[in-house]
C-alpha cells in the first residue's frame, strides 16, 4: 500500500492548506464524453445527473440510442437509473437535500423524481408560460426560477409546492444571478442576488433593493454554501469577494484571463474558479492554488466542506485541510502533542523504548493529543491514516488514568459506516462533516432508495437505529417489481416481517394497490393490526363492505362513522341502506348520528328500508309537535297514523293519533274563532281554557268528543271557575245536591283561592271525614265559634280548650266558647 505522507500533496493559498483527494478512478466509459454533457450533482455525495449539452454537437456513434434522457450515476460511475425525456426542453437541473433530482422546463413545468424513478409534477405558473423559464437556482427543499421578463418565481417546499412571486426586478439585462437561502438570511425569505449594469439588486419577497456598486457588471455570481460569503466574478476577470449583507470586501483577485470560466463555486467558504482544464483556489491579489488537467474537461459540484471534481476518468474531492489534521500531519506539527503521539506509536511499532518518552513528554497534554488524533482519524479517506492515528489515540488513552472513551467509540463507528458507503460499488464518497449533517437516518434513506437493503440493515443495527422502515421499503418494492404471483410475494413478504415491531402492512399494501395487484393489496390488508390504517386504502380499493367491516371490528366509532359519511356520499341511497342493514353496529351509529343532527329524512328512509313503522311514526309525530301550523301538524300526524295503521299490535296508537289529530283540528278552528292559542294544549287544558274563558258549550262539545269522564269534567270545571274567582258559580253549584267528586275538593280550592266564607259553605256537606277533621276545617276558615261548635257536638274537649287558648278567655269570642263548653265539660 502506497503510504506516502499526507501532506506531501497539500497547497497553500496564503495560510490555508488544501488537499485534493482522488475517491474513485476510471468513472466513466470513455464512450461517455463528459465534454458533452450538463452535469449536475446532489448534495452530501450524492447522485450526478447527466444531461447532454444542446449548445454542443454531438458525434454519431453506431449502436447509441438517439432517444434523449437524463442519466443518473454514482460518484463512482455506476449507472442507477434512465429517465427518458420527450416532455420539451430541459432549462435547468437541481437536486434536493433529500436526492429528489428536479427538472425544470422552459414552459415553467417542473418534475420531481426520486431514485426509483416515481415523480411529483407542478407548475411554476404566473406567466412562466408565456414569457418561458431562462434558469433557475436550487437550495436544500426549494427553487426560484427567473423568467424572460425578468420576473423571479420561488418555491420553497417540493412537497408541498405553492410558487410566489418575488418583488418586482428592475428593467435590464441580468448579466449574472445568485441566490441565498432562506436558512442564511434574517427574513428567513429567500433572496435573489441580480447584475443589472454596474451594480448588485437583492430581491425578497417584498422588496428590491439597489446595493449601490460600481464594479460590475458581473458574469457570475455564486454564494458561499454557509451563506456568508459573495463572489462575484466580473466580466474583466477580476472576483470581488465579499460579505453577503455587502457590509464588508474580503478580498480582490485577478484571474488574468480573458475567457470566462466555466464554473464559479465554493469549495466549502473558500471560493473556487475553474476552466475547463483547469481549478484555482482563489486568495487575495493573484494568490491561488491552482490544479491542472491534461485535455479533459473538470466539472465542480460544491458542498459544505469541499467541492467534487468530477471527469471522465476520476471523482476527487477537494477540501481546506481540517484543522485537527494540521495539528498531527501538517508542516508546523512536529512539536504538537497530537504529532508527538503519532510519532510514539510509531515507535510503539517498532518496539522502540523511545515510544514512552514521546508519550512522558507530552503527557501533560496527552488528553488533547487524544482527542485531536481522533478528530484527525475521522478526516481521512485513506483507510491506512484513520488506523494510524485511532492506533495513537488508543496508544495515548491506554496510558491515561481517567479518560472518556465514548468519543473514541463513535468515531470507530462513524468511520465503519463511512468506509462501507464510500466502497466504489455504492459511491457514496461522505466526509465526516458532511455525514454529521446528512445524519445516519438519512444515509440510510439514501441506501434504501438504491436498493442496498442488507447494508441499511447493517448499519441501523451497528448504530441501534429502528429497522422497521428498512423492511417496509423492501417489501414496497418487492410488491412493485417482484415477478413472482400474489400468494407467492404475499407469503414471502409476511413470512420475512412477521414479529417485526412498528412494521405497517397498509404501506405495503398501498404500493401494491398503485402497482394495480388488487388481490394482493387485500391480502396484505389482513396482516395490518391497525384498523385504522387498513380502512383508507380499502376504500381507495372500492372495497366498500370490507371497509366497514373492518371499522366495526375496530371498535373505532369515530372510524365507522367517518367510512359511513365516505359511502353515504359515494353510495345511492338504497345501496347505502342494504349494506349497513346487516351490520347493527353500523346501523345504530347511523341512526344516532342522524338523532343527534335532527336528519329527520335520513331516518325516515332508514326506517322504511328496515319496515320500522313504529320508529318511522316517531319521526312524523316529532315533526309534528315542531309544526308552527296546526294543518302542517295535523297532516304529520295523518302520516303517522297511516304508517301504523296496517298492524293490529299498534291499535292503540292509531287511536290516539287519531284523537290526536281531531284536537289538534278543533284547536285550530278555537285559534281562528277566538282569536286565542289553543294549539299544543292537551284535552283537559283545551277544556279548562275554554271554561275559564266562558266558552261552556265549546268545552261540553270538546268532553263528548274525547269522552271525558264526568269527575274528570267536573274537576276541570272547579279549577276553571276558582282560577277566575267566579263565587256566584260556585255557590251556585253548593246548592246542588250531589257532586261526582264530592265537596272536599271545593273546600280547598275555595279556601286556598282566599274565599274562607264560601269554602266554609261546603263542610257540613263533605262526608267521610275523620273525628276532628271538622273542626280543623272550620279553623282554618277563622271560624273559632263555629269549631268550638263542632268540638262540643264531638265531645273533644282537647280541641274545645286548644280553640278557646288560642281565642283568648277574656276575650269576646273567648268567653262565648267557654259557654259553649260549659255545659257539655262541667267537670273541667
Not at 410558487?163 to 435590464?172: F, M, N, T
Amino acid at each position: 500500500m502506497d503510504t506516502l505522507h499526507p501532506r506531501a500533496e497539500w497547497e497553500s493559498v496564503g495560510d490555508k492548506w488544501f488537499r485534493k483527494t482522488q475517491l474513485y478512478t476510471e468513472v466513466f466509459d470513455q464512450d461517455l464524453d463528459l465534454d458533452n454533457y450538463v452535469v449536475t450533482g446532489a448534495p452530501y455525495a450524492g447522485a450526478l445527473a447527466l444531461w447532454r449539452d444542446d449548445t454542443k454537437l454531438q458525434e454519431y456513434r453506431p449502436g447509441q440510442s438517439s432517444k434523449p434522457s437524463i442519466d443518473i450515476y454514482t460518484l463512482a460511475g455506476k449507472k442507477l437509473r434512465s429517465i427518458p425525456w420527450d416532455k420539451g426542453t430541459i432549462k435547468s437541473l437541481g437536486w434536493s437535500e433529500d436526492e429528489t433530482l428536479l427538472v425544470v422546463t422552459s414552459d415553467g413545468n417542473v418534475r420531481c423524481y426520486d431514485l426509483q424513478g416515481d415523480f411529483s409534477h407542478f407548475s411554476l405558473g404566473h406567466g412562466a408560460d408565456n414569457f418561458g423559464v431562462e434558469s433557475c437556482r436550487f437550495y436544500d427543499n426549494g427553487m426560484v426560477a427567473l423568467l424572460g421578463n425578468n420576473a423571479l418565481i420561488s418555491v420553497s417546499s417540493y412537497s408541498e409546492p405553492r410558487p410566489k412571486q418575488l418583488a418586482r426586478s428592475p428593467e435590464g439585462q441580468i448579466h449574472a444571478w445568485g441566490i441565498i437561502s432562506p436558512d442564511h438570511t434574517l427574513s428567513r425569505s429567500v433572496e435573489v442576488l441580480l447584475s443589472i449594469n454596474s451594480t448588485v439588486y437583492v430581491v425578497d419577497a417584498t422588496e428590491c433593493e439597489d446595493r449601490f456598486l460600481d464594479i460590475g457588471p458581473f458574469s457570475h455570481i455564486s454564494v458561499s454554501p454557509d451563506g456568508q460569503f459573495v463572489n462575484l466574478y466580473g466580466k474583466n476577470g477580476t472576483a470581488h469577494i465579499i460579505s453577503s449583507d455587502f457590509r464588508e470586501r474580503i478580498f480582490e483577485h485577478n484571474s488574468d484571463s480573458n475567457t470566462p470560466p466555466k464554473y464559479v463555486e465554493w469549495c466549502g467558504s473558500d471560493a473556487l474558479i475553474a476552466w475547463e482544464d483547469e481549478v484555482h483556489i482563489i486568495g487575495p491579489g493573484e494568490e491561488s492554488s491552482t490544479y491542472i488537467y491534461d485535455s479533459t474537461r473538470v466539472h465542480v459540484i460544491s458542498e459544505y466542506d469541499g467541492a467534487r471534481l468530477i471527469t471522465n476518468d476520476f471523482c476527487e474531492f477537494l477540501e481546506r485541510v481540517p484543522r485537527e489534521t494540521i495539528q498531527v500531519l501538517g508542516h508546523a506539527s512536529e512539536s504538537s502533542p497530537a504529532s508527538i503521539l503519532l510519532d510514539a506509536v510509531g515507535q510503539l511499532e517498532l518496539e522502540s523504548p523511545k515510544a514512552d518518552d514521546y508519550i512522558q513528554l507530552i503527557r501533560p497534554n496527552l488528553t488533547e493529543a487524544v482527542d485531536t488524533c481522533v478528530n484527525a482519524a475521522g478526516r481521512e479517506f485513506e483507510t491506512y491514516w484513520q488506523k494510524q492515528l485511532l492506533k495513537a489515540a488508543s496508544f495515548g488513552k491506554s496510558v491515561l488514568d481517567i479518560y472518556n472513551s465514548d468519543d473514541f467509540v463513535d468515531m470507530c463507528e462513524t468511520l465503519r459506516v463511512l468506509n462501507a458507503v464510500r466502497y466504489y460499488e455504492l459511491g457514496i464518497a461522505l466526509s465526516f462533516e458532511q455525514y454529521q449533517r446528512l445524519t445516519p437516518e438519512k444515509l440510510i434513506r439514501r441506501l434504501l432508495s438504491r436498493h442496498e437493503y442488507l447494508l441499511a440493515l447493517k448499519i441501523a443495527g451497528y448504530l441501534k437505529l429502528p429497522t422497521d422502515r428498512i423492511y417496509v421499503h423492501w417489501a414496497s418494492t418487492k410488491v412493485r417489481v417482484g415477478s413472482e404471483d400474489d400468494d407467492t410475494i404475499c407469503r414471502l413478504v409476511v413470512d420475512r416481517l412477521s414479529g417485526k415491531p412498528g412494521i405497517s402492512f397498509e404501506e405495503i399494501a398501498r404500493a401494491a394497490y398503485h402497482e394495480g395487484r388488487h388481490r394482493l393489496a387485500t391480502e396484505l390488508l389482513n396482516h395490518e393490526s391497525r384498523g385504522g390504517r387498513q380502512v383508507p386504502l380499502l376504500l381507495d380499493m372500492e372495497e366498500d363492505e370490507l371497509a366497514l367491516d373492518k371499522a366495526v371490528e375496530s371498535g373505532d366509532t369515530d372510524l365507522i362513522l367517518s367510512v359511513l359519511l365516505q359511502l353515504k356520499k359515494k353510495l345511492p341511497l338504497a345501496s347505502f341502506f342494504r349494506t349497513i342493514n346487516s351490520r347493527p353496529a353500523a346501523t345504530a351509529l347511523v341512526e344516532a348520528s342522524a338523532l343527534r343532527e335532527g336528519d329527520n329524512t335520513l331516518l325516515k328512509d332508514l326506517y322504511y328500508q328496515d319496515d320500522r313503522r313504529v320508529d318511522g311514526a316517531n319521526v312524523f309525530i316529532r315533526e309534528s309537535l315542531q309544526q308552527p301550523d296546526a294543518r302542517t301538524a295535523v297532516d304529520k300526524m295523518a302520516l303517522a297514523a297511516k304508517l301504523l295503521s296496517d298492524s293490529r299490535e299498534t291499535s292503540f296508537e292509531v287511536h290516539a293519533l287519531k284523537e290526536a289529530t281531531t284536537l289538534l283540528r278543533m284547536q285550530d278552528s278555537l285559534d281562528r274563532d277566538l282569536s286565542d292559542t289553543f294549539t299544543g294544549l292537551s284535552v283537559n287544558e283545551t277544556m279548562f281554557k275554554l271554561m275559564r274563558l266562558g266558552y261552556n258549550g265549546r268545552a261540553k262539545k270538546i268532553q263528548s268528543e274525547f269522552k271525558v269522564p264526568e269527575k274528570v269534567a267536573w274537576w276541570i270545571r272547579l279549577r276553571a271557575l276558582v282560577a277566575k274567582r267566579d263565587w256566584n258559580e260556585i255557590e251556585d253549584i253548593s246548592k246542588s245536591r250531589n257532586s261526582p267528586i264530592g265537596w272536599q275538593p271545593f273546600y280547598n280550592l275555595t279556601l286556598q283561592a282566599g274565599n274562607p266564607r264560601l269554602a266554609a259553605v261546603f263542610i257540613p256537606k263533605c262526608t267521610g271525614l275523620e273525628p276532628g277533621e271538622t273542626i280543623e276545617m272550620y279553623e282554618k276558615c277563622g271560624m273559632r265559634i263555629k269549631a268550638a261548635e263542632e268540638a262540643v257536638k264531638q265531645k273533644n274537649q282537647e280541641a274545645w280548650q286548644r280553640l278557646l287558648d288560642a281565642a283568648g278567655k277574656g276575650s269576646q269570642e273567648g268567653r262565648e266558647i267557654e259557654r259553649l263548653g260549659h255545659a257539655a265539660f262541667k267537670k273541667s
